[in-house]
């Protein structure tokens, strides 16, 4: 199971895009059968570093400057590992 948690406190809230959640829209059943998402009150990365929210964390990796296209790529590198393991 990968494990996407997308930061919904108001500083990612404020620089982030309103559609991080819908990148699960993009993967087929079986894919998404393997990814659990889920929002998150601030993960107390924006006060270490101010200027890169919104942040994600996919499994214990964080993304800064988080945005759909990023959160996809990852998360469809990790499906082909899964699979190739
Ligand atoms: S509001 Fe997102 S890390 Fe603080």
Redesign the pocket.
């Known amino acids: 199971m990968i494990n996407v948690k997308i930061?919904?406190?108001?500083?990612?809230?404020i620089m982030g895009e309103s559609d991080l959640f819908s990148f699960i829209d993009e993967l087929s059943k079986s894919e998404a059968s393997l990814v659990k998402v889920e929002g998150s009150t601030?993960?107390?990365?924006?006060?270490e570093y101010n200027s890169s929210?919104?942040?994600v964390l996919i499994d214990d990796e964080v993304i800064s400057n988080a945005n759909k296209e990023v959160i996809l790529g990852r998360v469809k590198d990790l499906l082909d590992r899964m699979q190739n393991d």
């Open positions: 930061c919904t406190g108001t500083h990612c809230y601030c993960l107390d990365l924006c006060k929210a919104p942040y």
